[in-house]
């Protein structure tokens, strides 16, 4: 937390560039200038994009549609791109309100505006699905990743009780750099791909199933068990986060 | 339980064949001729070959060696095959001296003694284990099917991160009438089987694993959510139920 | 995996019956005749009739009516009996505009249209239900059932707290050749028959309770911890899958 | 709280027949003579056999062989009968140093000093086991219901995987005025026993079983969920808790 | 399950006044006069008024109205007090145009139709409740008790966090044959009145709470690990099994 | 429970400035001001803002608006001050239709009439949001916390993923006497704070989350094992019982 | 984390008292000079008794006797009091071979020595405890809160099904300033003594009990759902955690 | 799984340079050719190097020493790197018969025989731990990234109650190409520096803790329920497979 900011003080203060009374007003105002903006219920990190390679995501469910917008906006004002999750029809009518072109995107539910074009990723990001009960959080995480700067490759509908449609398509896995698994049920497949690639393997459970799939424990301790090395697993239904741990990797 | 010996005294004092006095000694003796026998600390079911088609099996765990014993030898004496599962040296001990014949299987822990051969199934159960840990499981399965007159043929290692292992032996799966699935951790063997087989899979978790795999419960959970049709599951560790479940299918 | 026909290919070019551009064609087309069918969101697998015994069937929750109804037009384009299970109003209506013989099983909440008749199965397959409650599950596990060309028997409302009623019906117990118990509460009605019969045993424990019943978790513990020999659990409230592992088992 | 013995102080004084000052006396003196006696280390409450019909009992389990033996002392010497469970060969050796009379009950692990002769219940209390490993469970259930005056009557091994065993006894259930059932793995025998009698049914969970019975979870939530009416359950292993109950029931 | 009638008819048989095919024909008829009326979705135990002293119970959920509406008839019809728990404004209204002398109780969601007056019970069953938000619990219990003949005393909102509202009535509490105690929460309530009353104590846990109560589990759990001896355990919100096995204890 | 009004009813009789039948109407008066009000179905505990300075706090959920209303009005009828914690707007109209200056809190859904002004507390309550989705946690602790008496400093969105938000506002953690810190997802909040300030922490788990959050077991589990010393914990979205346990220590 | 020796530094060098070199060797002190101690394996903080009042105490379990009796000597060698929790005979051998002076507290296996002395706190804390085998979590409260400066009072078996022990000693409780109450089982004694007294109480749930106890689970969910206000808990069997935090609020 | 070999024997059939007979025979030895070894009780998979970059390592809890020690020496055979973790003394001392050259590792209880040399990663692989007790599973971490070709920075004790340990070691973080952290209890570490590096972070839950840790559950659903992006969880203790996931990253 120690700013270089404060030692450039010290150094004009003593080559005499500065006075002591530039130098308090100038250490008032780097703390005004701070790297978020407080609008009482939200405080926007405006430098995330600094340390993580990508601006502040805002997660919708349990927010208002206006503290939604208004978060928003303040993204977008610093021409930031806005990705909004777990949203809903009433969020996106207050954000496209402010942001006339905020896009939404019907499958994930997510609301979109395009800022600064991303660093691109060095390969692809191949999103493998187990059902197609499955697309939401799938989608999800394949939106993420393209508004992230990476190339996402879609591979839907492979689940393990027929590996044959998996196999098929074995080139794809073997050419993608990292590989995010969505299953739900019994979350088998990211421990039979995880044995297939060299690649690293993001599993994300689903919550698609019922009975002893309790909400998707059933997928989640299967992928956290899984025999196959080189692989880790994120929350339920957590396609966003897959893919933020997909670029991270994607960037390197 | 209307037993057809009632109607059969009827008959027989219409008859004349049969004094009222004496149908009631008949009724009498077959009361007593109940079908069990009781120890005190156990009722010994010997009815159980004729409803079941294979003895009472003595569940070891929490039985003092004298009782084994003691029950060990009521099932014997009528020449019928003896096991106990989940055995110890102790109980061992106690049921050889009574028992001299009686074999030790130390891998799944179990007593037997051979009665009268039991009725041959209709073909082979193939008893596959993910892992090398899974033996006791699996072998406990393999002993107990065999014991019911079926033919086990045991392909142990081949789980799913290795996916090719199994595909190699892809022709003992197909040959097989019921297949026994063992595997613990994440517990996605039975599926990918399952997918492969046109024959009934019984799955067995166990609970081989740690951390997150809470005592075989993510096995569990993976194999009764799983997406492949024609499966079914038994309890954690269950081998000895799974065999009886197999041997009751390759006996119809 | 490896195909047959890859050696007829090679057989062939040896006896100069195919040139080698023409086994390359021969092969690019054996890629392309798939044994499933890719739509975008699904793939449909046309092989597991041949592999399964059955085609496959769709679960039904999670998808939107336009996927069910895009599935199910692929599936009936080859002739092949279609099941929608866990459907809705608007499933069937997407169904029924694209295919106006499919039938509404309102009960069970699935969607059928007959396509060849299955291989009959060898026996009857009993279905028993421990209360009214549970016949949502009990009528899918006997509508599928019936689809795979088994004879079921519907013998409902024999739970255990009226012990009588089972037993005056004891004849159809023993007259089945697999039996399907579904109960829910505490779920004892698979122990209890599972003793008195020497037919394999499918138990399918329901969400119907309350309470420390946990969605059905009580009755799938129960019947998971059976200590009646011969019995195996299916996931809760899977009735269709409980009839795919007794059809396969009435089919050996 | 309120105690008859300040209203009496009131008259006595009004009466003349007690000066203020010998009112202040006896007031101080009813407050020594507390319920109960204070040992530092716990506070035996031998007010219990008056509020309660029997004296307190010690849990044995965590507490120290000098700790039971204090409390057992304190318990004799008022000539009340001394019921420690849970207790181990260390306590026994404590207690039987300081009070040589004391009994060791090995199936049960209950030490027992047998004081002052209860009042006598006014039937039978039933203690119905699942099987022969239920036998700790069940006899410590026995044996407290017996120290508390009531006659045990004892019936093991009539789990309902055989049921004959247990319509064999049906005369005993009947004759029952109160029945305990104690049973593991799923615990069905409560409802079915709750579905044959008229008595109040009291269902003991034990920690018999293995993998999904989850130390006696399983066979908890079978009993709570019982579809029979009539039938309360108490802690997993709590022999001597059923029977506290089925003692007050049977001295009404 | 062995019939007198069958010694009579043997007896019969013998003394001459009954020819062998009389005593066939009355077989048949025994096994006709079943105890129980089978409607198909549901078998109508009418001899459990013999068996358990009260008639059916009709459990509500999970049928539909048509279905409760036809139970209903049919007990009604024997002249049998009918009760239908948890049930809602369509079941009454199908059951009122079938039986429309039948009541509607709206806080504890049930049908009634008096039949028949039970036999008294020999004391007060108390029905304490911890608050407000438990009555609905609290109301079934109280109501089923009073349906079978008991004298019901309602004691409500005497929660552990304000000790004197309770200890204020302590006569009630004394006065008491059965007490039934119902609180969510914590479920602190029973241990607090099984300690201060030689009655036997009934515990209900309630769903009421919030977060951490997990749906009941918190009360259940408390409840159930109560230090105060002679307290059993029902189900979650089970206000109807507990004044079964009230009754059950009220009656002997 | 021993009344000190008892002693001063004995020394005026000993005085003689109290007849013993004057003495016992006054011990009847005593016993009829009961210190709750009996409404039948609730008992308002009147004394509460005796024994622990702050009157009886009403719990909306599972009432109905006429109890609501018929307990708020008992309050405000002595001049307390009226707090009802999850209400909705049924309640709200019900209360504000006897009581019209009541007032309505939107965000923490709590209805409030302001009574005799509390004792005011010594130091500041912060209440300290780990996200924007917390707020309707973090306001009712902040209202409940200011109706006692307290100063309360609402500092939200201070989440540890951003560590440098709550690092700029420690100078407000450092000044606070009592912390509350409310968080939802992996809850690590108060161990930080708990790790930066020598003032105790009250920790509130949130069930904002989705997926393995389980409805705030997760940040619940995370605080209980918090590593920092000096953290206790509240119910899950228990805003008001933290605001009661900082008052009570602000008042010392 | 901004150090206002960084501001003096400034001024210094503004005031010409310190020149740009003295000032970055003097900064290059101020990293030196950590608040941290590196063992390698720890980092032992010796801030912490600036920062929370007390210094760092050691949790023994996991660690081996050479890290323990490392870390030890470190914090002896500044003066300050050590505490090592969770500790066995052989931590204490290798700590008291560093430190002759150590002491070892066998009830609640704790390591102490003795260092400067602390501030006082301003009140007594009560420690109340339901069980006798309550006592090693109850001493290791009462130890910890005494080596941090409090008086403690400990109340130990005052459990609830007796509560005349508990109401005998009321006025100890009303004398705490700070009430830590430690229960097992079901854990209601924090409610009952939260509803009797207006200090602030702190819950510990401990481990005692058996069966559906859960290794304290039912204990800690009663007090998360305490219904008395006023009430926070800390983890299962955490005395000093409980004691950390009554510190905290006995010397504000 | 289709095999370029067999493109080459067809190719080499159709250029005359294989007779068909010959053909048979190659193909027949590619089948022989297995990327596995067959033990009978383990098939070891010798193609991992070539698919997942390093050999297959062992897990060795539930192996017995001589089925160690087998699998061992057929790794070593080859030349392969052998790693065994979650070994003992005794399958040391196998493996070390068998192997004189191999190391045991004690801390992270692991065997090691070092064979060809990995590829080296590109970065280094930092591996944080939160406390002394989590040094175990650290170290596996540890040692696990070093045989396969990283670069590893061990980074202890640096929890998040004391953070000023961890931002003072930040300059570490920030190099670090990929993060590993360790930590037990609340398991918050992951989420602070998730927050403050751009690198990928695979997080560790331990079951270093107590109560209502429950064996490392809090800690793993702390992890997962992240509100830092770029997070991803293994499972609990898996040090092993944090390395691996780490490796794969690391060698992108």
Redesign the interface.
């Known amino acids: 937390?120690?700013d270089p900011r404060?030692k450039a003080?010290?150094?004009a203060?003593?080559a005499g560039t500065l006075t002591?009374a530039d130098?308090e007003a100038r250490l008032a105002a780097a703390m005004r200038d701070?790297?978020?903006e407080d609008l009482?219920?939200?405080?926007v990190?405006h430098?995330?994009v600094v340390?993580?390679?990508?601006p502040?995501?805002v997660?919708g469910?349990?927010?208002t549609p206006e503290?939604i917008a208004g978060?928003a906006e303040r993204i977008v004002a610093r021409g930031h791109t806005l990705l909004v999750t777990?949203a809903n029809d009433a969020a996106f009518a207050a954000v496209s309100a402010a942001i006339p072109a905020a896009e939404w995107h019907a499958v994930p539910r997510c609301i979109v505006w395009r800022g600064a074009p991303p660093d691109p990723g060095?390969?692809t990001v191949l999103i493998a699905a187990?059902?197609?009960?499955?697309?939401p959080v799938a989608e999800e995480a394949a939106l993420t990743a393209e508004l992230m700067g990476n190339h996402a490759d879609r591979l839907?509908?492979?689940?393990?009780?027929?590996?044959?449609?998996l196999?098929?398509a074995?080139d794809r896995v073997d050419a993608a750099?990292v590989v995010i698994v969505v299953a739900g049920?019994?979350?088998?497949l990211p421990?039979?791909i995880?044995?297939?690639?060299?690649?690293?393997v993001?599993a994300v459970?689903t919550?698609?199933?019922?009975?002893?799939?309790?909400?998707?424990?059933?997928?989640?301790?299967?992928?956290?068990?899984?025999?196959?090395?080189?692989?880790?697993?994120?929350?339920?239904?957590?396609g966003?986060?897959?893919a933020?741990?997909a670029s991270?990797?994607n960037h390197?």
């Not at 009482?40 to 405080?43: C, E, I, L, T, V």
């Not at 049920?185 to 088998?188: C, L, Q, T, Y």
């Not at 309790?214 to 339920?236: K, Q, R, T, Y």
Request: charged share 15%; with cysteine; net charge positive.
């Open positions: 937390m120690t404060l003080i010290i150094d203060v003593v002591p130098a701070l790297p978020f009482g219920y939200a405080r990190d430098h995330r340390r993580q390679g990508f502040e995501v997660f469910q349990g927010k503290q978060i777990r060095h390969g187990a059902g197609t009960s499955d697309l839907f509908d492979v689940g393990v009780a027929g590996l044959h449609r196999l098929h074995r750099r049920m019994e979350g088998a421990s039979v995880g044995g297939l690639t060299a690649s690293p993001i459970p919550s698609v199933g019922y009975g002893a799939s309790f909400g998707g424990l059933s997928a989640l301790l299967g992928m956290l068990n899984s025999c196959a090395a080189g692989v880790a697993v994120v929350n339920i239904d957590n966003f986060g897959a933020a741990m991270k990797i390197l």
